[in-house]
């Protein structure tokens, strides 16, 4: 069975340009999140989904993020403008469940590692 | 708010012996899931094992057992019999059972090397 599936693995920019990173997660999940981890604010969740529909997005830094789930089985996160402080690891995450169930694990992606020179 | 501390940055251990990797929670939710991942040098997370708050029974998973301490507000991990290959970086996590209950709130990890 297929984990959750994100592209490109690594992507090199300028400052400025558009980036968009995909995310495929495992077939039949509900639930999919977008996490950002760097080195001085550890593992961050920015957004997630449910059933396509976004639930909580409060962890977007800001209006240059943006985030959408047109079907079940593919989500896309995009920066733009991007800059240098975006440089991070962007994993994906999707898990089963109803809201409350706390026992639903969340499955990892293997990440998109983005520098923005 | 949800909080987790992973008081331990670093840890260093010889290959066989057990280790115990520290986690301590704050929640006022009355149930809620704590969780470790795993994060190996090649970047993946891989969850390694769960406990729910009212499971009465730690969790075993193999080599990897959960002490759960519900009044201490604790989560350890301990890592039966390290072998070389445990050498990673360990995240705590939990998630409440409120609105929102789906956010998981990560510790800023335990990097844990093992000495051959």
């Known amino acids: 069975d297929a984990g959750v599936i994100q592209s490109p693995r690594h992507e090199v920019t300028e400052m400025g340009q558009e980036v968009t990173l995909r995310c495929k997660p495992i077939?039949?999940?509900?639930?999919l999140f977008w996490y950002r981890q760097t080195m001085m604010r550890g593992l961050e969740l920015l957004i997630y989904f449910n059933n396509n529909v976004p639930i909580d997005d409060s962890g977007m830094p800001e209006d240059r993020f943006s985030a959408k789930m047109p079907n079940a089985s593919f989500s896309t996160l995009k920066i733009q403008p991007s800059e240098p402080r975006d440089s991070a690891v962007y994993f994906c995450a999707s898990s089963l469940g109803e809201q409350g169930i706390v026992e639903e694990t969340q499955y990892f992606g293997p990440g998109t590692r983005l520098l923005v020179l | 708010a949800q909080k987790i501390t992973q008081t331990q940055p670093g840890m260093f251990v010889q290959e066989k012996e057990a280790v115990t990797l520290d986690c301590t929670y704050d929640?006022?939710?009355?149930?809620?899931?704590l969780f470790w991942y795993k994060q190996p040098s090649s970047g993946e997370m891989i969850f390694l094992i769960y406990?729910?708050?009212?499971?009465?029974q730690n969790a075993t998973e193999g080599r990897y057992s959960l002490n759960f301490q519900k009044a201490r507000k604790s989560a350890n991990l301990v890592i039966s019999a390290s072998q070389l290959g445990d050498s990673a970086m360990y995240f705590c996590a939990m998630r409440g059972s409120i609105q929102g209950a789906q956010k998981l709130v990560f510790g800023q990890g335990t990097r844990l090397t093992i000495n051959p």
């Open positions: 406990q729910g708050s009212y499971d009465e």
């Open positions: 077939s039949g999940h509900d639930y």
């Open positions: 929640t006022s939710d009355q149930s809620y899931g």
